[in-house]
């Protein structure tokens, strides 16, 4: 399951990642970050995995598609893993 606020009035999108990733969290990504990029041109990512869980197979390849037409519009990206 992915939540994906935005901080507002900002590029700046916080993706977290708690016990799974569907293909639906994918499209939802992809929906949330063209709007970003949309309004202002570029996204700043902040991903917090929390417990990466069970990644559907559909999922996987869908970002496997999806992440390299958005690489030149992600102007920084931070990965946060929780330790246990």
């Keep these: ?4 606020p935005q901080i507002d009035d900002t590029n700046i ?6 016990d799974g ?3 639906q969290d994918i ?3 992809a929906t949330k970050i063209d709007a970003i990029i949309t309004t ?3 996204v700043r990512l902040l991903e917090i995995i929390k ?9 996987l390849w869908k970002d496997l598609k999806f992440a390299p037409d958005y ?6 990206v931070a990965v946060v893993v929780e330790h246990t």
């Excluded at 690489?71 to 920084?76: E, G, N, R, Y």
């Design 40 to 42: 202002h041109g570029s």
């Design 71 to 76: 690489l030149s519009q992600l102007s920084h």
């Design 27 to 29: 499209d939802q990504a």
């Design 21 to 23: 990733i569907s293909a």
């Design 51 to 59: 417990n990466l869980g069970k990644v559907e197979l559909a999922a």
């Design 13 to 18: 999108l916080e993706i977290t990642v708690n």
């Design 1 to 4: 399951m992915l939540t994906m």
